[in-house]
């Protein structure tokens, strides 16, 4: 199971991150959540997308905090997230996001060989 808190519960937590990058070269919210382990889109981002969304293996159990729990069963590979001109290849899972339009969690991190200092 994963979590997800709202942009506005987010801004007073000391463990994320919101800001203004690019993914797949469209400007977007993008929310770094330290607790979640997945990285997720929006429904309406994700239509922007020109790439085919493919089924997870298994599908996941997101919990929007306050909220009822969603499923994510689709996900795009291989995606492009631009911080500060670097690019970063992420895998993002369709859920309904009521204000962010990308939660990025810390799947990312490893096959980046990012790290958050």
Sequence with gaps: MTFQLTAKENRVAPDVVIGSFLVNNIPTL???D??????????????MFDD????LDYPLEVEIFEDRPVRGSRVHRGCTLELFREHYLIDL???PLRESKVIVGMDWLIPNGAMID
Excluded: G, Y
């Design 30 to 32: 993008v929310l770094f």
């Design 34 to 47: 330290l607790w979640a382990t997945q990285s997720f889109v929006s429904l309406a981002l994700r239509k």
């Design 52 to 55: 085919v969304a493919r089924e």
């Design 93 to 95: 899972v369709h859920i």
